[in-house]
């Protein structure tokens, strides 16, 4: 019913082949979309019952708290940053969905999966796109 842990995220460097550039990544950074955070602080977990607390800092020293709310099933925490459907009945359909679920793992590692979903149908032709992104951050502290 409740969990709480801390645990560090670090910043990427990646390489795109096709062009020579490079990005920076986290999934701090790609969560929350904040290009400050505070990378030398642990990032706090917090779930009670239904609702999810995520907490850290940016390089400003601001404090940031952000609460998600979903449901557990099955040893994990799943919930939604986005989920549309749009519906005109055999005509034309559209769904997007973001998921998120959140579960330990035996070896004390905190996994963060992102699930996507983008489909569509026009006239019974449908088409569509998913894709997975897994984090996994060893536990500093469980509380």
């Known amino acids: 019913?409740?969990?709480?842990?801390?645990?560090y995220d670090k910043l990427d460097t990646v390489n795109v082949k096709y062009?020579?550039?490079?990005?920076?990544r986290?999934?701090?950074k790609e969560f929350t979309n904040n290009e400050n955070v505070d990378y030398s602080?642990?990032?706090k977990i917090q779930i009670i019952g239904d609702v999810m607390y995520l907490h850290?800092?940016?390089k400003t020293n601001k404090d940031y708290v952000l609460k998600f709310f979903g449901k557990c099933s099955k040893k994990k925490f799943v919930f939604y940053t986005n989920y549309e459907t749009i519906t005109f009945p055999i005509l034309f359909m559209t769904k997007q969905m973001s998921k998120y679920s959140i579960y330990l793992t035996d070896e004390n590692e905190i996994v963060f999966k992102n699930h996507e979903v983008n489909e569509g149908m026009v006239l019974l032709i449908g088409a569509g796109t998913t894709s997975n992104k897994d984090y996994k951050f060893k536990l500093i502290k469980n509380e």
């Open 1 to 7: 019913n409740s969990f709480s842990a801390k645990f």
């Open 56 to 58: 850290f800092n940016d």
């Open 26 to 28: 986290s999934f701090i």
């Open 41 to 43: 602080r642990p990032i």
């Open 19 to 24: 062009d020579n550039s490079f990005f920076t």
